[in-house]
Antibody
Framework: EVHLVQSGAEVKKPGESLKISCKGP????????IGWVRQMPGKGLEWMGV????????RYSPSFQGQVTISADKSISTTYLQWSSLKASDSAKYYC??????????????WGQGTLVTVSS | DIQMTQSPSSLSASVGDRVTITCRSS??????LNWYQQRPGKAPNLLIY???SLQSGVPSRFSGSGSGTDFTLTISSLQPEDFATYYC??????????FGQGTKVEIK
């Protein structure tokens, strides 16, 4: 089983910036797309975007384009999710997940433990 | 965008019951459909990929079926550890993989 390890919970004020991380195993991290998923309190899963760490090719869900930045540092097998100016509505748990392709079908077989972000004045 | 709609949103069932959850896509997605289980406070866990293929390590009481726009997740005999929320996800569109709204399975 692949372990994705996410950074710890954060408490921030509106307007502050934040960067959370997701670290994978070094041996094959750059060979897979890594996605980010938002889960607001008591709500469902929302697809945010995905990055290919090998070349930092990044794709965003239209709902999150311009709202967050996804990046990667392949030298340390880590991807990031970043906000330049947080809003209270960004309070949620954020998951990273690894995309694999089984018999031609994409799926997400390994997930990080989640990072809880709380934005409150 | 492809929309995914699950039904019901929640259900109550007893241990040993057969449970069926439905997922419908707004356009045909072939068999590009995944199912995940999420227990409270935990990360999602892959159950089924390609509509009907069981992920390694997942109990055989879980099964998936369907293609095109209509899909089903079935739990043949509900166990205590199966009380959780279940999500479908389409992986048909490149790099944008939307989820259904979830189905919460509760103890009756």
């Amino acid at each position: 089983e692949v372990h994705l390890v996410q950074s710890g919970a954060e408490v921030k004020k509106p307007g502050e910036s934040l960067k959370i991380s997701c670290k994978g195993p070094a041996y094959n991290f750059t060979n897979y797309w890594i996605g980010w998923v938002r889960q607001m309190p008591g709500k469902g899963l929302e697809w945010m975007g995905v990055i290919y760490p090998s070349d930092s090719d990044t794709r965003y869900s239209p709902s999150f384009q311009g709202q967050v930045t996804i990046s990667a540092d392949k030298s340390i097998s880590t991807t990031y999710l970043q906000w330049s100016s947080l809003k209270a509505s960004d309070s949620a748990k954020y998951y990273c997940a690894r995309r694999v392709v089984y018999v031609g079908y994409p799926t997400f077989d390994s997930w990080g433990q989640g990072t809880l972000v709380t934005v409150s004045s | 965008d492809i929309q995914m709609t699950q039904s019901p949103s929640s259900l109550s069932a007893s241990v040993g019951d057969r449970v069926t959850i439905t997922c419908r896509s707004s356009q045909s997605i072939g068999r590009y459909l995944n199912w995940y289980q999420q227990r409270p406070g935990k990360a999602p866990n892959l159950l089924i990929y390609a509509a009907s293929s069981l992920q390694s390590g997942v109990p055989s009481r879980f099964s998936g079926s369907g293609s095109g726009t209509d899909f089903t997740l079935t739990i043949s005999s509900l166990q205590p550890e199966d009380f959780a929320t279940y999500y479908c996800q389409q992986s048909f569109t490149t790099h944008t993989w939307t989820f259904g709204q979830g189905t919460k399975v509760e103890i009756k």
